[in-house]
């Protein structure tokens, strides 16, 4: 079995059927393009929201920054790093995300993922969770199917962490409701579940199917 506490994209969102694929040397790699990559256009869902630098963002949010440096530790101790000195944030500012990535030497980038935080009522900043790339393409894909309903509601207050206390590790809640994100990886197709609630009705449910894939690497166990 791989090394579940170096693979810790495995266990920052619900995934399932893990131990069908890390056998052996296989090793999970995707190939998502960067979450800023400007090549995506529409279809990159971070496009909506606002970018900053981190020095504008922890200037402006200082309580941020100390949140930040917390939870960032245990991320590094497993090799990620900072995929650029920015941030993404929400209209009312109450939601930053800050991208990282896994990078090895011998097969160049393996995870992509968001930190998530949210300032709560007291204007406090707390770590809410980690969102991958198998997470953002599917909430991409939410996000097209729903458009229909764009000009009645605001769809980012479905699809993205709000700053409240989180309970569910396969989702999270968000202002209008909940967010439940179970991913399967397989060596041939990798397909992520998603279903959006509001309260306790399920507004939106579907199984994505990955439009990206799983290599095997004999370098790293």
Request: aromatic share 12%; hydrophobic share 35%; with cysteine.
């Amino acid at each position: 079995m791989i090394d579940l506490t170096r693979r810790n994209f495995i266990k920052n969102v619900g995934f399932v059927g893990a131990t069908t694929l890390f056998c052996g040397s296989l090793l999970a790699q995707n190939t998502f393009d960067n979450f800023s990559d400007s090549k995506n256009g529409e279809n990159n869902i971070l496009s909506h929201f606002s970018k900053s630098s981190f020095s504008d963002t922890f200037l402006l949010n200082p309580s941020l920054l100390d949140c930040y440096n917390n939870a960032i530790v245990n991320w590094e101790k497993t090799g990620y790093v900072s995929s650029g000195n920015y941030c993404y944030s929400s209209l009312d500012g109450h939601l930053k995300m800050f991208p990282l990535h896994l990078h090895t030497d011998s097969t160049g980038k393996i995870d992509d993922v968001l930190l998530c935080f949210g300032k709560n009522s007291n204007g406090e900043w707390k770590s809410l969770r980690s969102l991958s790339g198998f997470d953002i393409e599917a909430l991409t894909v939410a996000l097209k199917d729903l458009k229909i309903y764009s000009n009645e509601v605001n769809l980012f207050d479905y699809l993205f962490p709000a700053p409240l206390q989180q309970f569910n590790p396969y989702g999270f809640n968000t202002k209008k409701g909940s967010v439940s994100l179970q991913t399967l990886l397989a060596q041939e197709q990798t397909s992520t579940k998603i279903i959006i609630k509001e309260g306790s009705n399920i507004v939106y449910q579907k199984e994505v199917i990955s439009q990206h894939r799983f290599v095997a690497n004999s370098l790293l166990v």
